[in-house]
């Protein structure tokens, strides 16, 4: 999904909200009350001149300013994001102000209040076109994801497919929700459509590997990983789940290249970190988890 999309119209659609509140603000006064019971009359009005035109009080110009640097601060330093959009909330920020104060929100780790608010903004963005309302509700689903309840980030994921059905982004991150909240054959419904548009998409191929290894269904798991390594023989992720399915077959060694692998790739990564717990396993000569029990 584009962010500078989204910016461009949540900046344009504050702006084009301000003539109206000027306007509003400069419609004349109810009538008083009659004359009789009213103060002496007011001296004759000054002579008629034309109407000028409403001057907006912020500047598309300003308002992109401000929205960019608000949404730098959130990835830096998002309380002082927070109280910078909270303070352009006060000031008519509209949404531009309303992004970035939740987006602050998840830069705090207040997942669930910002991904609230972010569903909100999108049913607030009546005028915006479907594709940045659905990637707003997209950054939704992830925050969802983060506040530990996939099958509220499936929801909102689903909302935003509503919105764009046939969205390859979308249907990944629908589909790691369903794999997060364990609906494997839902995650396979997804990958399956994403990997029909693009045979060669590795991220979709790693993530239909993994479902299809939590199904206990390790012939087409293997299949789908070393398609992916073919595509991308320096994937940590995919090195990371074959040596999964490996043990899970009974092929320990082959296991254990995988995450030696992982390791040099990505050294300190999380992927790093679980191969190495991986191989510890495999020293102590532990049971592999059960299919569904492993990482989703």
Do not use: F
């Not at 004359?35 to 009359?41: E, F, H, I, R, V």
Request: with cysteine.
């Amino acid at each position: 999904m584009r962010r500078a999309a989204l910016a461009a119209w949540l900046v344009a659609g504050s702006v084009a909200l301000a003539p109206v509140a000027t306007a509003l603000a400069a419609q004349p006064e109810q009538p008083g009350p009659p004359a009789s019971l009213a103060a002496p009359p007011p001296p004759p009005p000054a002579p008629y001149k034309p109407p000028q035109a409403a001057t907006p009080p912020h500047s598309a110009a300003s308002e992109a300013a401000t929205y960019e640097r608000c949404m730098s601060l959130a990835k830096t330093d998002p309380g002082a994001a927070r109280d910078l959009a909270e303070r352009w909330q006060g000031q008519g920020g509209a949404h531009p102000a309303d992004h970035c104060y939740a987006v602050a929100l998840i830069g705090l780790k207040q997942y669930k209040e910002g991904a609230t608010r972010l569903e909100t903004l999108a049913k607030a963005m009546i005028r915006a076109p479907q594709s940045l309302r659905a990637e707003v509700l997209d950054q939704a689903g992830q925050a969802w994801l983060l506040a530990g309840d996939p099958a509220r980030s499936y929801a909102a994921e689903t909302a935003a497919l509503g919105l764009l059905p046939d969205n390859a982004e979308l249907l990944l991150d629908r589909a790691e929700a369903a794999g997060a909240e364990g609906w494997y054959d839902k995650a396979l419904a997804d990958l399956d459509r994403v990997l029909k548009a693009d045979p060669a998409r590795v991220e979709a191929l790693v993530y239909r590997a993994n479902a299809y290894r939590e199904l206990g269904r390790l012939d087409e798991a293997l299949a789908d990983i070393d398609r992916a390594l073919a595509l991308a023989p320096h994937s940590a992720s995919a090195l990371l789940e074959r040596g999964d399915i490996r043990r899970l077959k009974g092929d320990l060694n082959g296991a254990r290249q995988d995450w030696v692998k992982v390791s040099e790739l990505a050294p300190g990564s999380d992927a790093d970190a679980e191969a190495k717990t991986n191989i510890e396993r495999l020293e102590l000569k532990e049971e592999p988890p059960a299919p569904g029990a492993q990482r989703k």
